[in-house]
């Protein structure tokens, strides 16, 4: 094994990339410890502003029961979103903010409008039930995604380089509707149990039992499909060019449109009659699902492709080994390295092997973009800092991605010869294996 990293393949900037000049200090306000600061505190505010309004909304006790109800889908939701961010697992602070973003601000900012929105139209209209229906299909749709899509639109313009094709908008746009529905269904289910304990109602035939099995059983997945039109929106925008400004905004406002759309479809479902709700639910909601399940997969695969294609450039350069590249594009041949790493190193070996295939998906896919001149200026930059992550952790990844490659590898036919053999096959020979090899122990 080479002891010095190998040079750089391909070498040299990318054409037509700007010189770079003398670096400037940034200004306070840019720095990034103040961002995350402003950030965070806008983020803790509206958490406190929100739940002192669901909790003047629905009473302590009832706010207690929402909280319990609505937490139960949300282990399941945030659990499918990584698993179809496993290719290339984006950062934890990112879905972390996306969530809190959804849960606190897109949830403050919705309340606020949607009911500012509502008053306003009934006392114009003196009719406060008209007012109600247009504030559902009309104004909730709107305010509700936009809040919404700005979680995803402030991931694609300052964390650039964790926003890298179709998957992470899905990913981002999904995580920050899971937070929104969560207060939302607080908000529902204590409402529902307060109204169950002014009227008496107990068991099924409760207004928390019909609440929770519309919103927690039939529908969890309705706000994350309604805001990942959004994040596949911003995701196509990603992949264009630079140059290409008019699809890079486009996209993401295709997207928005459609998510509005969908939406007020929703939450008018009622008016279609009293099947009115079922009626949508099955007509599209579910083939809706279905079908962006199926771009979400076909998507994930189509990366694993893009992996087994632009990763052998450096394995003839020699920064990786030449089975890699074909472990590195199978899902199966990761999780084997990672549990080969763990049972003969330990857990620290297994996370450097993760670590090891995530940077090794983030070259692969720079090296993509930038043979289709989709790459930025740091280029170069980037391709470097990533490939000496990767050298750095060679020593714990290798061995465990060769045995995943020869585990995983397709089986070669072999035509049987028309002889007899003796040896292996017939007798002479010992038929029992050789130890295992464990190469961490060397």
């Known amino acids: 094994m080479a002891t010095c990293p190998p040079h750089l393949y391909p070498s040299g900037p990318p054409a037509g990339a700007p010189a770079t000049g003398p670096l400037r200090h940034a200004h306070w306000w840019q720095r990034a410890w103040v961002r995350y600061g402003a950030l965070t505190t806008l983020l803790a505010i509206s958490g406190l502003v929100i739940l002192a309004l669901v909790r003047e909304e629905t009473g302590t006790e009832g706010f207690l029961v929402g909280l319990g109800l609505a937490t139960l889908p949300v282990p399941l939701l945030i659990a ?112 529902a149990f307060g109204t169950d304990q002014l009227t008496g109602g107990t068991g099924i035939a409760s207004v928390t039992a019909a609440t929770f099995f519309v919103r927690i059983i039939m529908s969890p997945f309705a706000h994350p499909l309604f805001t990942v039109l959004t994040g596949i929106g911003f995701g196509f925008s990603a992949l264009a060019a630079d140059r290409q400004h008019v699809r890079r905004v486009a996209f993401p406002l295709s997207g928005l449109l459609l998510a509005m759309g969908m939406h007020a479809m929703w939450n008018g479902s009622s008016a279609f009659g009293e099947y009115g709700f079922f009626a949508v639910y099955a ?56 549990r080969y790493a763990r049972r003969h190193a330990g857990r620290a070996a297994a996370r450097e092997v993760a670590q090891y295939e995530a940077y090794a998906t983030s070259l692969a896919f720079l090296r993509h973009r930038g043979r289709r001149g989709r790459a930025g200026a740091d280029f170069v930059v980037r391709e470097r800092e990533l490939l000496d992550e990767l050298w750095r952790r060679r020593e714990a990844a290798r061995p465990a991605l060769d045995y995943a490659a020869r585990i995983t590898a397709p089986p070669v036919p072999v035509a049987a010869p028309p002889w007899p053999v003796y040896g292996a096959y017939g007798y002479g020979y010992p038929t029992t294996p050789y130890p295992a090899y464990n190469p961490y122990r060397s």
Request: glycine share 6%; net charge positive.
């Open 80 to 191: 499918a979103f990584r698993w179809l961010d496993r290719v290339e697992p984006g950062s934890w602070r990112n879905l972390l903010f996306c969530f809190a973003w959804g849960a606190c601000a897109a949830a403050l900012i919705a309340i606020v409008a949607n009911s500012f929105a509502t008053r306003w139209i009934a006392t114009a209209t003196a009719d406060p039930s008209r007012a109600d229906t247009l504030g559902a299909t009309v104004i909730a749709p709107v305010v509700e995604e936009t809040a919404k899509a700005a979680a995803v639109l402030l991931v694609f313009l300052f964390r650039r380089r964790d926003f890298t094709g179709i998957l992470d908008g899905v990913v981002m746009a999904g995580v920050t509707a899971t937070g929104f529905a969560f207060t939302e269904n607080v908000l529902y289910l204590g409402t």
């Open 283 to 338: 007509a599209f909601m579910v083939p809706i699902f279905g079908l962006l399940t199926w771009l979400v997969v076909w998507t994930r695969q189509r990366e694993l492709k893009t992996v087994r294609t632009e990763l052998p450039a450096y394995a003839v350069a020699g920064w990786l080994s030449p089975v890699e590249p074909y472990a590195l594009g199978s899902m199966r041949a990761r999780r084997i390295a990672r």
